[in-house]
């Protein structure tokens, strides 16, 4: 009884660990949760994001991001702004998944 106790627990903290990586792009500003900008320099960036190819590749919050095909599955939706002013979020699309990272740690609470 206390096991399973225990693994019921481990399974709510990891998929806590996980939240807002699943991300859904919209169509229109109001239905966002976050605007996004990308920049074209990672320095700009406040969250420098890879796009991973499997959801079970989304651990944390640090910017591995896996690009849901319907709304209901994501954690997070964003809309793709045309201007840096609009954005909620400046982010940039890296190569490689070492180098996912938050820039301004001060926004993380946006993917929370």
């Known amino acids: 009884m206390v096991l399973r106790i225990q693994i019921i627990v481990l399974i709510f903290l990891v998929s806590k660990l996980a939240v807002a990586q699943k991300i859904f792009s919209v169509y229109y500003a109001i239905q966002a949760d976050i605007k996004v900008f990308v920049v074209d320099y990672q320095s700009q960036a406040d ?12 651990i944390g919050n640090q910017g591995l991001w896996y690009f849901v095909d319907y709304k209901s599955q994501s954690d997070k939706t964003i809309f793709f702004v045309d201007y840096k002013s609009q954005a909620d979020l400046l982010i940039y699309f890296v190569d490689y998944q070492n180098q996912a990272k938050w820039n301004k740690k001060s926004k993380i609470h946006l993917l929370h």
């Open 47 to 58: 969250l420098c994001v890879y796009k991973v190819n499997y959801e079970s590749q989304t």
